[in-house]
């Protein structure tokens, strides 16, 4: 009778072990909301404001509302991606994707083949969390000529409230520099953006500086959105 218990109970673990690895097995991979979402007809309208560098307190000008919208689709040498711009085959491009963790991938390709891929935007981040984005700057107005820079991005905010003629959103806040500086070696200019999840960036600023002066070139502020949540 023991032996006979011992090995009802034993199957009973073991079907109860080889369930549970199913089940676990089945499991599917949860894919995070972006910070970026990337789908066809993704649209977003921006009122762009720039202030005089010379006096920063007058009154800024009004540009024209600035549109984005992603209307292209492409597959370059195995990667897919999403541009708001037409590719022209052998030019380069770059294009923008969303892994499964929410991070913003992105592949630049030249004669289409890819030269780099980098992270474009990351998830998760806490304030003080950096890292270093691959970026090609274009010295011509045909966007045929390029250099590659590396710009190192920082997590400034996680969670701060940003209210804008679109709504009010919670956003991550990232701080970079281009490689532009000053007689001294200082940065000539800095960008903040914020971003919201499944939004997309909701406020960019510019600040450009002379000496150690600090002041703000550019706004751009989200009055208008439509995007499919991933």
Same mark, same amino acid.
């Given at each position: 009778?023991?032996?006979?218990?011992?090995?009802?109970?034993?199957?009973?673990?073991?079907?109860?072990?080889?369930?549970?690895c199913?089940?676990?097995?089945?499991?599917?991979?949860?894919?995070?909301?972006?910070?970026?979402?990337?789908?066809?007809?993704?649209?977003?309208?921006?009122?762009?404001?720039?202030?005089?560098?010379?006096?920063?307190?007058?009154?800024?000008?009004?540009?024209?509302?600035?549109?984005?919208?992603?209307?292209? $689709?492409?597959? *370059?040498? #195995?990667?897919?991606?999403?541009?708001? &711009?037409?590719?022209? %085959?052998? /030019?380069?491009? $770059?294009?923008?994707?969303?892994?499964?963790?929410?991070?913003?991938?992105?592949?630049?390709?030249?004669?289409?083949?890819?030269?780099?891929?980098?992270?474009? *935007?990351?998830?998760?981040?806490?304030?003080?969390?950096?890292w270093?984005? /691959?970026?090609?700057?274009? $010295?011509? #107005?045909?966007?045929?000529?390029?250099?590659? /820079?590396?710009?190192?991005?920082?997590?400034?905010?996680?969670?701060?409230? *940003?209210?804008?003629? &679109?709504?009010?959103?919670?956003?991550?806040g990232?701080?970079?520099?281009?490689? &532009?500086?000053?007689?001294?070696?200082?940065? $000539?200019?800095?960008?903040?953006?914020?971003?919201? %999840?499944?939004?997309?960036?909701?406020?960019?600023?510019?600040? %450009?500086?002379?000496?150690?002066?600090?002041?703000?070139?550019?706004?751009?502020?989200?009055?208008?959105?439509?995007?499919?949540? %991933?």
């Amino acid at each position: 009778m023991k032996t006979t218990k011992f090995l009802i109970c034993g199957l009973l673990l073991s079907s109860l072990f080889f369930f549970s690895c199913e089940k676990e097995g089945d499991k599917k991979e949860v894919k995070e909301a972006p910070l970026f979402p990337l789908s066809i007809g993704n649209s977003w309208t921006y009122q762009n404001l720039t202030y005089n560098w010379h006096y920063p307190y007058a009154e800024p000008y009004e540009d024209e509302p600035f549109n984005i919208k992603i209307d292209y $689709s492409y597959t *370059i040498d #195995g990667k897919t991606g999403y541009t708001a &711009a037409e590719y022209t %085959e052998g /030019q380069p491009v $770059s294009l923008l994707n969303n892994d499964n963790k929410g991070n913003t991938i992105e592949y630049f390709f030249n004669n289409n083949k890819l030269v780099h891929q980098t992270f474009f *935007i990351k998830k998760n981040l806490k304030k003080g969390d950096k890292w270093v984005r /691959q970026t090609a700057v274009y $010295s011509n #107005g045909d966007f045929s000529q390029y250099e590659i /820079q590396e710009w190192e991005i920082a997590c400034i905010a996680t969670d701060t409230l *940003i209210i804008t003629p &679109a709504g009010e959103f919670q956003c991550v806040g990232l701080l970079y520099h281009p490689e &532009a500086f000053e007689s001294n070696g200082d940065f $000539s200019h800095t960008f903040v953006s914020y971003y919201a %999840e499944n939004v997309g960036q909701v406020k960019y600023l510019h600040y %450009e500086y002379k000496n150690t002066d600090k002041n703000l070139f550019r706004e751009r502020v989200l009055i208008d959105y439509s995007v499919k949540k %991933e």
